[in-house]
Each structure stands twice: as C-alpha cells, then as structure tokens.
C-alpha cells in the first residue's frame, strides 16, 4: 500500500524533498549571510511550511492551483487587514532592515527573519523546479555550492556544520542520480521515483555524516604519525637486522661498554660508521657526546638508579652559563655556543647523545631521564636532531681559576671585574634569530637582562660582597632558567624555576656523592696524591694526573672473583695492575672524587675528535667513558684520566689573557692508538673565532640537490611502478586471451571493436537491431558492414558455432578502425592503443 | 566503474589533505563525506544481498539435449528501497536462454517485477546446472560491485538426443542389407535362404523363394550366415573440463543413438558393446530394445580409466566379431589396436566403419587400399545429420 501511494506521489515527495534541501542549505549554510541569526525555530518552521504549501499547491492541477493561490492571497490580504497598522509599519521597517541591514524595530527581528526564511523557500521551490525539469542546472548548482564551501573553506568564512553537510549531501545526491543518467541498464522509472526511492540510504549517509565531529583544528595524525613511525622502525630494524645483524645499542656494546656499564673483558677492534655530526661552524674543541650517565657502582658494574624526569642537562648549562655570566670578566673565554646537527645512520639506541651543557635539542621528542637524553622508543636510520650546547673550554688555566673561585657551595668569590666596559663581549653569539642569547655579556648593573639583548654599556663591573656577587648570579639564573626552559621539548617543557635547580641540586648530591670506603691501601694512596692539594678543583686535577700516568691496555682481563664492590675495585685497579682502559680509570675517577665528598659520575658516549671541523663520521671505535665531577655553583666538570685522551679531551682555544697550553706534565704511559685529536693550529685559530662569530649558515644547496635527488629518484621508481604495472597487465591480458576458446576469443575482440566503433561516433541505439547498426556502420565508413557483427548475430540468434574466420576478421576490422582513429589523431589512437592493451 | 573509483580516490585524498591543514565543518565535512561514502555504499551492498531474491524454474528437469524447455525467472524488490544495479549472469557452457541477454543490468525499485518467459536449450547431456549463474549487484555510485552465486540454481538432467536421419550417407551399405533382409523375410519372417549348392539336402530346399527368383534356393541354417551389424563404442572420457568431455561424449552418443534409430527403423537387429574395463552388451531388434538402449546412453558415465586399446580384446571376447556383416565402431581415438581389429575384418569380408569424433589421435596411418575399411571424420559441433 506504502509502495502504491508513494508510487503515486512520488513527484511530490521528490520536489518536496528537493525544494526542503535546498532550504535547509540556504538557512542552515548561509542563514547568517540573510540576516537569519538562529536557522533553528521559527524561521526554520516558517520555511518548511512555506514550502511545504508551495510544493502542494504547485502539483495541484491548473484549476485547483488557481483556487489554492487565490485563496492564499485571500488569507494574506485578511491577515494583513488584520494587521493594519502594525503589519503596515512591520514590512515598512522589513524593507529598511533588508536595505540596510540594521532592524527598525528590533523588538521584530524575529519577523524578520521569518520573512527571510519564507522568502528563502520561495525562491529553493522555483529553483526546485527549475533543477527537476533541467538536470544540467542541479550540476551546476551543485559545482556552485562545492565552490561556495571551497571559498569559506579557504577564505576562513564561518559556515554551519549542518549547511556544510546538507550542501555535501546535495553534491552526493546529484552525483548518484547523474551516475544512475549514464548507467546503462534496463529502467523503466522515472529519475525522480528512483531517487525518492534511494532516500532510505540517502537519509541513513545524511545522519550519519550530521554524528561526525568537526573540530575547529586541523587534524595533528599524531595517531597515524606513531604508527607510521613504529611502522617505519619495525621495517628498518628487520632490514638492519638482515643486514648487518640484531642487537640493540650494539653500536656502544661492540668495544666493550655495555648497556648496562658492565667492566671487565676485553676489548674489540671495529670501526663501523654510526651517525654523523654537522656543524653551521668549525669547532672549536673536540666533542664528547654523553649516552648514559650512572650513578652506582657494586664493584663490578655500573648501575643507573636516578631517572628524575626533570631537565636535568638544560639546569646544569644554566648554572654553569650563569655561573661564567657572572664571574668571568671574559665570559667568551670559557664558554662558546656551537650548533650542530645529528643525523644516525645504520645505528639504533634509544640514547639522544649530546654534549655536557646542552641548551637546545630541536627537531626531536625527547626524555629527561636522570640527566640523561633519551626517546622514547629506539630510533634508528634517518633519525636527526640539532644541538645547541656551550664549549667549555677545559684545559685553559683561566678556566680552572674560574672553577677555583667560584667552586664553593653557593658560588664564592668571582674573578675580580675590571672597572671599565671595554671587556665587555658578546660572545657565541648567533645570528639569524631573534632568540639569540649573548653569551659572556657582562652585565652593566646588578640587575642582569634578559636574554638576547646585547649590553652595550656594561663597563661598571661586579664588585662587591660575595652576598652581592651570589645574587647577581642567581639573577642570571633565574633569566636563563626561564629562557631554557621554554626552549627545552623534553618531558618537562615549560619555564624552570629556582625551586627546579635546588630540587637539581638536592638530586644531585644524594645520587651522586654518596660516600666510598677505601681500604687503608688506596687511602695512603690517595693522600700521596692529594698531597698539597686544598681546593676540590686541585684534588680533581691531581686524581686525574694521577691516573693519567697509569697504563692504558684494551686486554686487562676479567676481573677477578673477589672484586665485589668499589673498595675492592680499587684495590685491584690502583694497587694491583695499575691498568686498564676508559671504563677503569673513569670509574676509580668518580670513586676516588667520591671518596672526597666531591659529587661525581660515570658517563659513556663518544669521543669525537671534531676540533676544526664541521662534519665528522662518528664510528663505533669513537665509544668512551669519562668521569664527570660536580662542583657546587658550577655544575658538571668533566675530566679525563684516561692515558693517552689529555691531548683529545683538552684543546683550549686562546683566552683574551693567558696562555693555550696547560701545565701538566706528560703522561708516562704509552699511549695507545686513538683517534687523533690534532693540535690547534694557532694560525687558524683565529679563523674559528671569527667564523664561530659568525651566523647560521644552511648549506641551501645540499638541501635543495637532496630534495631534487629524492624527487627523482621518487618519480623513477613511480615511472617504473607503472611501467612494471602496464607489462604485468599486459602479460595478464595476453595470458587471459590465450586461454580463451574460439568463442571468447571473438567475443573479445569483438567488444573492442565496438569500442573503436564508439570513439568513431558508432553507437548502437536502443531500438536499433544488429542488422540496422551493422549497415549504418558501413555507411557510415564508406566500407563493406563489417562482417564481424554478422558473426557475431549467428552466434548470438542462431546459436551457431563460430567459424574460424570470424576471429581473423575481427582481427583485421579492429586494425582498421585502429588506423582511421589514427588518420583522426595521434593521440587518441595511442590512447586507444594504450587501452586495448595490443 | 573504473572511473567512478579514481574520481572518488581523488576526492577521498583532497579530503585528507583538507583536514590536514584545516579544520572546520567543510573540512571535516568534506572528509567524513568520502569516508562515509564507501562505507554507506557496502552497507547498502549488503543490504541488497538480504534482500534480493530471484526465482526461477524450467518446464520440466528431464531435458532432452537441444530441446528448447520452458523457462522461467523473474527479478523483483520486495524492500523499501532501490535496487540500483543487479546483473544476471546466466550459465551458457553448457545450456543457453533464448531472448536474456548475458550481463544485461536491471534497475529494480520497491514493487518492480521483471518477469521472463522464455525457453532453456541444454546442449549436451549430463546434469548440470542451468539458468541464473550469478547475480551480480552494484550501488548507486558505480563504485563497488558483489558477485555472489546464485544460492538456488537448477540442476537438469539432460537426455541425450536422438538424430533422425533420413538417410546413412556414410553407411548405405546398411540400408541395402536392410531392404534385401526385409524383402526375404516378407513371406518367410523367420527364414532365411541362400543359392542351391550341390548336395543341399532336398527337404531343405526354399521352394518358394526359388519360384521367386528362378533359381534353386536352399533354407539357410541358424549359424551358417553371418549375422547382422555390431555396434561399438568407447567409452573413455577424454579430458577433465566439462567444456571438453561433454559436447564430445554427447556427439558420440548422439551417433549411437542416431544409427541404432536407422537400423531399428530399417528392422535390421544389431548388438550394441560398450565398456572396456567391464563390457556390456545388448541386442538391439524392435523399437522396445531400442528404448532399452536409449535409456542405457541415458545413464551411461563415461570413464577416464576405460582404455580403447583393451576394445579389441573385449569385443573378441563377446564371439561376435567374425560372424559380423557389418562392424561399426564410435570413437575418438583410433588406437594401433582398434585400426588392426579393422583391417583383419575388412579383409575377412566385413565391412567396417569407424566413426571418429572430435580432433583425437591417430595410432598409425589408415590403410588406403582396403575398401571395406571406412573411416568417418565427425566433428564435435557439426551437424550430425548432414554428416551422417
């Protein structure tokens, strides 16, 4: 019954609903642009109901729509009679608000907008009509509102999420019944019945889109960016995994260090490429890039206990910037910023190594873990990142002075500033950005600046009490924590507070300087050591000289069984053998600081030697170990025991004052083969200074040949997808036709020539029988009907086999037709070629 | 179709790069839209698959081969909603519609009913399935199609036809014994006579046969002629496609079929063998043991491991051979052994003609100068009685 009414109704309901869509759009999409503020209510009931009494009284018969507007006109004049006055001045008022946009009266701005909603669904009920009886104006309304969301799109217009989807579901509906104009298939309804009878589905897609969100930002595919990115490091891994083999961290496991800071065991000889590093300029000392810092020790190996997620790395190259800021009269003396980037080759960890006084990691998630740099899952091949970090330039003796002064708890007294402004210096200094922070500006009050601006005027210096000289440190402090901190992108982001540094600072002495017993053995040699030495900084500096001396060898053996926590450790180490390799000495290193209530810890990573370069291969023999001594106000000194390493760990660059060289002896130990650490050449010393002044400078060119490298290195292997796609759908083809009968073979062929016969204009009509195309064929193309058609209507009516000629002759007409969609260009026939398939 | 993907591919990737950069109700709109859209689409595939049903039926199932039956299907939408494309694929190896175009499309709205009246043609014999193969249903955006079988075919069990011939061009040799048969037997059914030999008894001599003729005839004995027409056939099954083995099976049937009705209408007896591996026989006189036999080629299932080779030995076991006129065999392959039972036969005086159908092989060269060896190409879709 549903089925019957609806058949008969159907251009009804189809109107109605066209009509009721079109209003929906211009209410709900451009309601606002209308003066209709809120669609929802009674302008929205007001147009329904407009349409709806259109959309009838227009399918009524000729008569009976005279009557129906005659009698909508007789209700309008009455209502308006009934109005009188009022409705005079109200459409008064309506004709000036449409005019100028602004209500007369605002007590009918509602009326206003029901006006508008009605004179909206006047307009949607002729345009309904109009589409309905024209299809190609419904595409073109259609392609119009696709290019009215397209310009809101782009232009920032603001549009409703019910008129965005209502004019996508216009789009969609359109499209479904031009699909259906170009289906061929057996119809017999009419278009507008096979639409309303699609709108159960139609209506199901419309709620379903009107449930999806539509959030005001773009979409972060954080989600797809994770996957993507475990995807990636799956297939890498696998890839490495068959071609070089497994393992994780192996890069720093290979010589002997193991994840874990295992000691003891031999080392192996292997020098494979593991990442590379790039610098915008030359460096100015050799580069020590910390993996993993530990902080126990049993005896036998290394054990990592602190994973305080707070930042560490950017706290400690505050306090030492703010410590050099405020106490060195040439701040540039001891401290250069340098930028360099990372990239990993055939290499995975999950260690970012890094420098000791890193400030910036950029283009990286990271996480803080115990003073240690790590992502959060193991990256591999392709991975990169830049750092900012401070040269420290150890090895000078001003640099220790500094320390000497400044070493005591708090920060004690500074390096005497001079009375004038002339040391002032902006050093380190990078160009090109706004945040550029001046390193070693002297301060022109006790009040510091903020960072990135260069003093010109500080010439006063720092004099004063030790108290004053604290707080302009702490000062310097605070500006620097606020600045690193909102540069720093690990785990804990954000501007960092004094209350960070001495929750830092607390860390750090319980983590780091817990007491070591010695035995009387290794006391007495400490105190020979140690003999004369006062200060922390002397005591360090002899316990380094002293181990220096010792014997370096890469095959000290196992440790032995009774070797079971620190004391005994050194026992073995210092009074036994007396050698080892990096791992030994830095461990007897942070014991023996320990010992002297110094804070001190054991790092592994790498020893570059990149002095006066821009780019280094860092290799797997490039693993190392070093100590790292903590001096309150200061923050990490690291020092380098190892025999043979002074030369790598110590190329000072000249001061403005004293001299490059230091004043350590040579080491008797025969020094093993290392990578070299050259010699500053005094000549091109000064080119590092200069070019370390200067800015960023991007190597535009590699970054554009890389692009175009990839680019058409892309397109060839898309060039060659396809060609392998063409020859493999060719191969199938020609497989699939082989396979054929006699029938199938025909019937194939003959389908093509059908085609050919339709970029040639020949299409078989409804009602036209094979007999009439095949001589309109013929006549058409000045030749005999081709035969094939004959053939094909013995097959088809007469239930008669194909003959063998009939394959050949099909053959044959389709290179004809071939040759005459030649004679009409070039183009199409390589395309008709293209799709035939040959 | 294809084109409809691509446009849609296109638009779906637009979508993603939209709500990369933007957000918004176009955006997001835009993209939900697309993603929807596939999704909307298989729902409503689905849909259709539940509630589309076909039937269908044919006038009878025992279907004689290349008698058109009646047939009858008819699409209709019982739902509440368009079906926008369904597709009917009919099976046409075996057996065609007449008037239902392969593949043809049908738009189908709530109440519409697409009934056809037609006739089914079975080309070869066997059962097998006939009418609608598979169904085919496409949405209303051309973008996704589902092919499923049709879950209710119909199974026919197709007789083989019988060929009427009016005349054995191939074998008139039949057709004359025939007429000499008949004619002998007018007056005496059962007897038989031949020329008087010196020393026929007397008492023996057909005296009403010599009257006819003008000459002494002397009544022959139960075993002193030969005897009528052996007809053989092999039964192996050639191949493994259906599309192979059946028209081939059914060609050879059909000239079993074909002559049996000849030699049955001309009343010329004969004994019919079939089967190697266990051989089997009948006799063949009046129309009651011909029907015997045609319901016999009904069931008859042709084996892969029956060998022509063994035919000899079987047919030498049945006792027939030698006392045979005329021997008539139906093959495909002509085995060394098959062609030397022929040319022992046609020098004893037998006539022989082997039927070969189809493009089988050949064992050795066909001796040329035998003329009571006869050899008759018949291809598998050549019209039987124009050949025969």
Same mark, same amino acid.
């Given at each position: 019954?549903?089925?019957?009414?609806?058949?008969?109704?159907?251009?009804?309901?189809?109107?109605?609903?066209?009509?009721?869509?079109?209003?929906?759009?211009?209410?709900?999409?451009?309601?606002?642009?209308?003066?209709?503020?809120?669609?929802?209510?009674?302008?929205?009931?007001?147009?329904?109901?407009?349409?709806?009494?259109?959309?009838?009284?227009?399918?009524?018969?000729?008569?009976?729509?005279?009557?129906?507007?005659?009698?909508?006109?007789?209700?309008?004049?009455?209502?308006?009679?009934?109005?009188?006055?009022?409705?005079?001045?109200?459409?008064?008022?309506?004709?000036?608000?449409?005019?100028?946009?602004?209500?007369?009266?605002?007590?009918?701005?509602?009326?206003?907008?029901?006006?508008?909603?009605?004179?909206?669904?006047?307009?949607?009920?002729?345009?309904?009509?109009?589409?309905?009886?024209?299809?190609?104006?419904?595409?073109?309304?259609?392609?119009?509102?696709?290019?009215?969301?397209?310009?809101?799109?782009?232009?920032?217009?603001?549009?409703?999420?019910?008129?965005?989807?209502?004019?996508?579901?216009?789009?969609?509906?359109?499209?479904?019944?031009?699909?259906?104009?170009?289906?061929?298939?057996?119809?017999?309804?009419?278009?507008?019945?096979?639409?309303?009878?699609?709108?159960?589905?139609?209506?199901?897609?419309?709620?379903?889109?009107?449930?999806?969100?539509?959030?005001?930002?773009?979409?972060?595919?954080?989600?797809?960016?994770?996957?993507?990115?475990?995807?990636?490091?799956?297939?890498?891994?696998?890839?490495?995994?068959?071609?070089?083999?497994?393992?994780?961290?192996?890069?720093?496991?290979?010589?002997?260090?193991?994840?874990?800071?295992?000691?003891?065991?031999?080392?192996?000889?292997?020098?494979?490429?593991?990442?590379?590093?790039?610098?915008?300029?030359?460096?100015?000392?050799?580069?020590?890039?910390?993996?993993?810092?530990?902080?126990?020790?049993?005896?036998?190996?290394?054990?990592?206990?602190?994973?305080?997620?707070?930042?560490?790395?950017?706290?400690?190259?505050?306090?030492?910037?703010?410590?050099?800021?405020?106490?060195?009269?040439?701040?540039?003396?001891?401290?250069?910023?340098?930028?360099?980037?990372?990239?990993?080759?055939?290499?995975?960890?999950?260690?970012?190594?890094?420098?000791?006084?890193?400030?910036?990691?950029?283009?990286?998630?990271?996480?803080?873990?115990?003073?240690?740099?790590?992502?959060?899952?193991?990256?591999?091949?392709?991975?990169?990142?830049?750092?900012?970090?401070?040269?420290?330039?150890?090895?000078?003796?001003?640099?220790?002075?500094?320390?000497?002064?400044?070493?005591?708890?708090?920060?004690?007294?500074?390096?005497?500033?001079?009375?004038?402004?002339?040391?002032?210096?902006?050093?380190?200094?990078?160009?090109?950005?706004?945040?550029?922070?001046?390193?070693?500006?002297?301060?022109?009050?006790?009040?510091?600046?903020?960072?990135?601006?260069?003093?010109?005027?500080?010439?006063?210096?720092?004099?004063?009490?030790?108290?004053?000289?604290?707080?302009?440190?702490?000062?310097?402090?605070?500006?620097?924590?606020?600045?690193?901190?909102?540069?720093?992108?690990?785990?804990?982001?954000?501007?960092?507070?004094?209350?960070?540094?001495?929750?830092?600072?607390?860390?750090?002495?319980?983590?780091?300087?817990?007491?070591?017993?010695?035995?009387?053995?290794?006391?007495?040699?400490?105190?020979?050591?140690?003999?004369?030495?006062?200060?922390?900084?002397?005591?360090?500096?002899?316990?380094?000289?002293?181990?220096?001396?010792?014997?370096?060898?890469?095959?000290?053996?196992?440790?032995?069984?009774?070797?079971?926590?620190?004391?005994?450790?050194?026992?073995?180490?210092?009074?036994?053998?007396?050698?080892?390799?990096?791992?030994?000495?830095?461990?007897?290193?942070?014991?023996?600081?320990?010992?002297?209530?110094?804070?001190?810890?054991?790092?592994?990573?790498?020893?570059?030697?990149?002095?006066?370069?821009?780019?280094?291969?860092?290799?797997?023999?490039?693993?190392?170990?070093?100590?790292?001594?903590?001096?309150?106000?200061?923050?990490?000194?690291?020092?380098?025991?190892?025999?043979?390493?002074?030369?790598?760990?110590?190329?000072?660059?000249?001061?403005?004052?004293?001299?490059?060289?230091?004043?350590?002896?040579?080491?008797?130990?025969?020094?093993?083969?290392?990578?070299?650490?050259?010699?500053?050449?005094?000549?091109?010393?000064?080119?590092?200074?200069?070019?370390?002044?200067?800015?960023?400078?991007?190597?535009?060119?590699?970054?554009?040949?890389?692009?175009?490298?990839?680019?058409?290195?892309?397109?060839?292997?898309?060039?060659?997808?396809?060609?392998?796609?063409?020859?493999?759908?060719?191969?199938?083809?020609?497989?699939?036709?082989?396979?054929?009968?006699?029938?199938?073979?025909?019937?194939?062929?003959?389908?093509?020539?059908?085609?050919?016969?339709?970029?040639?204009?020949?299409?078989?009509?409804?009602?036209?029988?094979?007999?009439?195309?095949?001589?309109?064929?013929?006549?058409?193309?000045?030749?005999?009907?081709?035969?094939?058609?004959?053939?094909?209507?013995?097959?088809?009516?007469?239930?008669?086999?194909?003959?063998?000629?009939?394959?050949?002759?099909?053959?044959?007409?389709?290179?004809?037709?071939?040759?005459?969609?030649?004679?009409?260009?070039?183009?199409?026939?390589?395309?008709?070629?293209?799709?035939?398939?040959? | 179709?294809?084109?409809?993907?691509?446009?849609?591919?296109?638009?779906?990737?637009?979508?993603?790069?939209?709500?990369?950069?933007?957000?918004?109700?176009?955006?997001?709109?835009?993209?939900?839209?697309?993603?929807?859209?596939?999704?909307?689409?298989?729902?409503?595939?689905?849909?259709?698959?539940?509630?589309?049903?076909?039937?269908?039926?044919?006038?009878?199932?025992?279907?004689?081969?290349?008698?058109?039956?009646?047939?009858?299907?008819?699409?209709?939408?019982?739902?509440?909603?368009?079906?926008?494309?369904?597709?009917?694929?009919?099976?046409?190896?075996?057996?065609?519609?007449?008037?239902?175009?392969?593949?043809?499309?049908?738009?189908?709205?709530?109440?519409?009913?697409?009934?056809?009246?037609?006739?089914?043609?079975?080309?070869?014999?066997?059962?097998?399935?006939?009418?609608?193969?598979?169904?085919?249903?496409?949405?209303?955006?051309?973008?996704?199609?589902?092919?499923?079988?049709?879950?209710?075919?119909?199974?026919?069990?197709?007789?083989?036809?019988?060929?009427? @011939?009016?005349?054995?061009?191939?074998? #008139? %040799? $039949? +057709?004359?014994?025939?007429? *000499?048969? /008949?004619?002998?037997?007018?007056?005496?059914?059962?007897?038989?006579?031949?020329?008087?030999?010196?020393?026929?008894?007397?008492?023996?001599?057909?005296?009403?046969?010599?009257?006819?003729?003008?000459?002494?005839?002397?009544?022959?004995?139960?075993?002193?002629?030969?005897?009528?027409?052996?007809?053989?056939?092999?039964?192996?099954?050639?191949?493994?496609?259906?599309?192979?083995?059946?028209?081939?099976?059914?060609?050879?049937?059909?000239?079993?079929?074909?002559?049996?009705?000849?030699?049955?209408?001309?009343?010329?007896?004969?004994?019919?063998?079939?089967?190697?591996?266990?051989?089997?026989?009948?006799?063949?006189?009046?129309?009651?043991?011909?029907?015997?036999?045609?319901?016999?080629?009904?069931?008859?299932?042709?084996?892969? @491991?029956?060998?022509?080779?063994?035919? #000899? %030995? $079987? +047919?030498?076991?049945?006792? *027939?051979? /030698?006392?045979?006129?005329?021997?008539?065999?139906?093959?495909?392959?002509?085995?060394?052994?098959?062609?030397?039972?022929?040319?022992?036969?046609?020098?004893?005086?037998?006539?022989?003609?082997?039927?070969?159908?189809?493009?089988?092989?050949?064992?050795?060269?066909?001796?040329?100068?035998?003329?009571?060896?006869?050899?008759?190409?018949?291809?598998?879709?050549?019209?039987?009685?124009?050949?025969?």
């Amino acid at each position: 019954m549903t089925a019957e009414w609806i058949r008969k109704r159907y251009k009804f309901i189809y109107l109605l609903f066209q009509e009721l869509l079109l209003l929906g759009i211009c209410l709900f999409g451009l309601g606002y642009r209308i003066g209709i503020g809120a669609p929802l209510g009674f302008p929205l009931a007001a147009g329904v109901l407009s349409v709806f009494l259109l959309t009838w009284i227009l399918d009524l018969r000729p008569r009976e729509r005279l009557f129906a507007f005659l009698a909508l006109a007789g209700c309008m004049f009455l209502a308006a009679l009934a109005a009188g006055e009022a409705g005079t001045a109200f459409f008064a008022s309506y004709r000036i608000w449409l005019m100028d946009g602004e209500a007369w009266n605002p007590e009918w701005q509602s009326g206003y907008e029901v006006m508008q909603a009605v004179l909206a669904a006047v307009l949607c009920c002729l345009f309904g009509r109009l589409t309905d009886r024209f299809f190609p104006v419904r595409a073109v309304l259609a392609g119009v509102l696709a290019a009215l969301l397209a310009v809101s799109l782009f232009g920032g217009l603001q549009t409703g999420h019910a008129g965005a989807v209502l004019a996508l579901w216009y789009g969609v509906m359109t499209a479904a019944e031009y699909v259906r104009l170009r289906w061929e298939k057996r119809k017999e309804a009419d278009a507008a019945l096979y639409t309303v009878w699609l709108l159960p589905v139609g209506l199901l897609f419309l709620v379903l889109m009107l449930m999806m969100p539509t959030p005001q930002e773009a979409y972060d595919w954080a989600f797809v960016k994770a996957a993507y990115g475990r995807i990636r490091e799956s297939v890498i891994t696998h890839a490495h995994s068959l071609v070089r083999g497994g393992g994780e961290d192996f890069g720093v496991s290979f010589q002997g260090l193991s994840e874990d800071g295992g000691l003891g065991g031999d080392l192996r000889e292997e020098s494979r490429e593991l990442f590379r590093i790039e610098s915008d300029s030359l460096f100015r000392t050799n580069l020590y890039l910390a993996g993993a810092s530990y902080d126990r020790f049993d005896g036998r190996k290394w054990e990592k206990t602190c994973h305080e997620e707070e930042p560490w790395r950017v706290l400690d190259a505050a306090e030492t910037v703010s410590a050099v800021q405020a106490w060195a009269q040439t701040p540039s003396d001891h401290l250069w910023y340098t930028q360099f980037g990372v990239s990993y080759g055939w290499f995975r960890t999950g260690y970012l190594f890094a420098p000791l006084k890193t400030r910036t990691i950029q283009d990286t998630e990271y996480e803080n873990d115990g003073g240690d740099l790590r992502f959060g899952m193991q990256r591999g091949y392709g991975t990169s990142y830049r750092i900012g970090y401070y040269q420290i330039n150890t090895g000078a003796p001003d640099f220790y002075e500094l320390l000497e002064s400044g070493s005591a708890a708090g920060g004690s007294e500074p390096e005497e500033a001079e009375a004038s402004g002339a040391g002032s210096e902006a050093a380190g200094q990078e160009t090109g950005s706004a945040e550029t922070e001046a390193v070693g500006q002297k301060t022109g009050s006790a009040e510091s600046e903020t960072a990135g601006q260069e003093m010109g005027s500080a010439g006063q210096g720092i004099a004063g009490s030790e108290d004053a000289m604290r707080s302009a440190k702490q000062e310097e402090l605070e500006t620097l924590l606020a600045d690193y901190g909102a540069q720093n992108r690990g785990t804990q982001a954000g501007e960092l507070t004094p209350e960070d540094m001495e929750r830092y600072r607390e860390n750090v002495r319980a983590n780091y300087g817990e007491g070591v017993r010695l035995s009387p053995g290794v006391k007495s040699w400490l105190d020979q050591v140690l003999d004369g030495a006062e200060t922390d900084v002397e005591k360090l500096r002899a316990l380094e000289y002293a181990l220096s001396v010792l014997e370096y060898t890469q095959t000290p053996g196992a440790l032995p069984e009774r070797v079971k926590d620190a004391g005994s450790f050194l026992d073995h180490f210092l009074l036994e053998t007396g050698r080892g390799y990096c791992s030994y000495f830095a461990t007897a290193f942070v014991l023996l600081a320990r010992s002297q209530g110094i804070p001190a810890r054991y790092v592994e990573g790498f020893c570059v030697p990149a002095r006066q370069k821009r780019s280094v291969a860092v290799t797997s023999d490039m693993t190392h170990a070093w100590p790292e001594a903590w001096l309150e106000g200061f923050g990490w000194i690291p020092f380098e025991p190892t025999p043979g390493f002074r030369d790598v760990r110590y190329t000072p660059w000249k001061t403005s004052g004293g001299a490059r060289a230091d004043d350590f002896a040579a080491p008797k130990a025969t020094l093993p083969a290392r990578p070299d650490g050259q010699d500053a050449d005094p000549d091109t010393e000064g080119e590092a200074a200069d070019e370390g002044a200067d800015g960023v400078q991007m190597d535009r060119r590699a970054v554009w040949g890389r692009i175009f490298r990839t680019a058409g290195a892309g397109l060839a292997v898309l060039l060659g997808c396809l060609l392998a796609a063409l020859w493999a759908d060719r191969a199938v083809r020609s497989r699939r036709f082989a396979r054929m009968g006699l029938t199938e073979r025909f019937l194939y062929v003959l389908r093509q020539d059908l085609w050919l016969l339709s970029l040639l204009g020949l299409v078989r009509g409804e009602t036209e029988t094979l007999q009439e195309f095949r001589e309109r064929c013929g006549k058409t193309l000045e030749t005999e009907s081709p035969a094939s058609l004959a053939f094909y209507e013995e097959l088809r009516y007469g239930d008669k086999a194909v003959p063998d000629p009939a394959l050949e002759e099909a053959l044959r007409e389709r290179e004809e037709l071939l040759s005459r969609i030649r004679d009409g260009g070039r183009l199409r026939y390589w395309l008709a070629r293209f799709r035939l398939g040959g | 179709m294809r084109r409809n993907r691509i446009v849609f591919a296109v638009l779906w990737l637009l979508s993603l790069a939209g709500i990369s950069f933007y957000g918004g109700a176009v955006s997001y709109g835009f993209f939900f839209c697309m993603t929807l859209i596939p999704a909307v689409c298989l729902l409503y595939l689905l849909a259709v698959y539940f509630c589309f049903h076909i039937y269908q039926e044919i006038g009878q199932r025992d279907v004689v081969c290349s008698q058109p039956v009646s047939y009858y299907f008819v699409l209709q939408n019982e739902s509440f909603f368009a079906f926008a494309g369904l597709g009917v694929t009919l099976f046409s190896d075996l057996s065609y519609v007449e008037d239902i175009p392969d593949g043809m499309e049908f738009e189908l709205l709530p109440g519409d009913r697409y009934p056809f009246h037609t006739r089914l043609v079975c080309r070869y014999r066997g059962e097998y399935e006939v009418g609608v193969k598979e169904i085919a249903v496409r949405d209303f955006l051309r973008l996704f199609s589902v092919r499923y079988r049709n879950p209710g075919t119909i199974k026919a069990l197709v007789k083989p036809r019988i060929p009427v @011939l009016s005349v054995l061009r191939t074998l #008139p %040799e $039949a +057709l004359e014994y025939a007429r *000499r048969e /008949n004619r002998l037997a007018k007056d005496w059914p059962d007897v038989t006579a031949r020329d008087y030999q010196p020393g026929d008894p007397l008492k023996r001599v057909h005296w009403g046969a010599a009257a006819r003729e003008g000459k002494l005839k002397t009544r022959e004995e139960y075993g002193e002629q030969k005897e009528g027409i052996v007809l053989f056939l092999d039964t192996k099954r050639y191949g493994t496609d259906r599309r192979e083995f059946l028209p081939l099976e059914n060609r050879m049937l059909e000239i079993v079929l074909a002559l049996g009705m000849v030699f049955v209408r001309e009343n010329l007896p004969f004994s019919f063998y079939w089967g190697q591996r266990q051989p089997r026989s009948m006799q063949v006189e009046r129309m009651p043991d011909f029907d015997a036999l045609y319901g016999q080629m009904c069931e008859l299932a042709f084996d892969p @491991l029956e060998d022509p080779e063994a035919m #000899p %030995e $079987a +047919l030498a076991g049945s006792g *027939r051979l /030698n006392g045979s006129r005329i021997v008539v065999g139906v093959l495909h392959e002509l085995g060394s052994a098959v062609l030397e039972l022929a040319d022992r036969l046609a020098r004893e005086g037998t006539l022989v003609v082997l039927y070969l159908t189809g493009a089988g092989k050949r064992g050795r060269p066909v001796p040329q100068n035998e003329p009571l060896l006869r050899i008759v190409e018949i291809p598998t879709e050549a019209d039987l009685e124009e050949l025969l």
